[in-house]
């Protein structure tokens, strides 16, 4: 099988940084076969800059309805049999595509794939990257032992990835025909969407392909709306993950385990938030939930560290 890739941009005001996530595209040693800018309701220039591509990208545009439907919106027009995506501040290492291609047509069991990535600021300088931050990567990196590649599987990795995963959008690869069958990005959430699609998707998978190499770039931005609003960002982090932690009674128990340890970690941040805003009898009952739902040690000391402040 060789796969075909619709790589998926959609695109909010983004005229500074478009053709910069287009070009490295363009400029993959496994050619994408197609690139799909979703233009959600931009008041600058995105749109123009999509259209001065000419043939090589298709623009489609829509009313400001947020990125997840925008992502939904480019993978219903989509052809390729496999989908990836990319923020418009953000871009992809030359061999993005080929790292993940070639292994789909060696290997027709794997799920989806995902990868290594770098974290850089506003004026380019790195950061970290994302396997080495997080434990679920530091497990995938210590068992692939050097290799480029390497599946997870075991309910242990699962667990992991779920709770603190290592690997972004743009980092990863699913057949859309899986994507379609999930109905997509869920929609009405403005935080964690990400998570929420990738939980389902990892619940329904067996054999997911890691590659052990840096795949593209995310780019943090110091005036975010979740530093400029923490308290609201992770208000809707949580708001997000109650809805996932319902969906997830049916999922496999490995990922259920995963969405919990996800779900105190996203309470203690909202408590963190609220304490830090002065707010501490609301930071107490923002992780008391916790305690209830797995109780022990770590609900307990997250209670106590909310009424220390």
């Not at 980092?171 to 935080?191: D, H, I, N, Q, W």
């Not at 329904?204 to 005036?223: A, D, E, F, N």
């Amino acid at each position: 099988m060789t796969p075909r890739f619709s790589v998926i941009i959609p695109a909010f005001n983004s005229a500074a940084t478009l053709a910069r996530a287009i070009e490295s595209v363009q400029a993959q040693s496994w050619p994408a076969h197609e690139i799909i800018v979703v233009d959600d309701g931009s008041a600058d220039a995105t749109a123009e800059i999509a259209v001065g591509f000419g043939d090589a990208v298709r623009l489609l545009r829509q009313a400001n309805s947020g990125v997840s439907v925008a992502r939904n919106a480019g993978a219903a027009a989509a052809t390729g049999d496999w989908l990836a995506f990319l923020d418009a501040d953000d871009w992809y290492a030359p061999d993005r595509l080929k790292l993940h291609a070639e292994w789909i047509a060696e290997d027709a069991a794997l799920d989806c794939l995902t990868g290594d990535y770098e974290y850089r600021d506003d004026a380019g300088i790195l950061l970290g990257t994302s396997m080495a931050q997080h434990q679920s990567g530091r497990l995938m990196l210590a068992k692939a032992s050097g290799a480029v590649r390497v599946v997870m599987e075991t309910p242990a990795e699962i667990a992991a990835f779920v709770a603190d995963h290592f690997g972004d959008t743009h980092t990863l690869s699913v057949p859309r025909a899986r994507f379609v069958e999930l109905g997509g990005y869920p929609t009405g959430f403005k935080v964690c969407e990400d998570v929420h699609f990738l939980t389902r998707l990892v619940a329904k998978s067996r054999r997911i392909g890691v590659v052990c190499q840096t795949l593209g770039v995310y780019v943090i931005h110091g005036g975010s709306a979740t530093r400029r609003h923490p308290v609201a960002a992770q208000r809707e982090n949580v708001r997000t993950l109650v809805d996932l932690a319902r969906q997830a009674e049916n999922f496999p128990f490995p990922v259920r385990q995963g969405v919990a340890a996800r779900m105190q970690s996203a309470r203690y941040n909202l408590g963190c938030a609220l304490s830090k805003s002065g707010q501490r009898v609301a930071a107490v009952g923002a992780v008391l939930p916790s305690l209830a739902a797995r109780p022990g040690w770590r609900s307990l000391r997250d209670v106590l560290s909310m009424i220390r402040g």
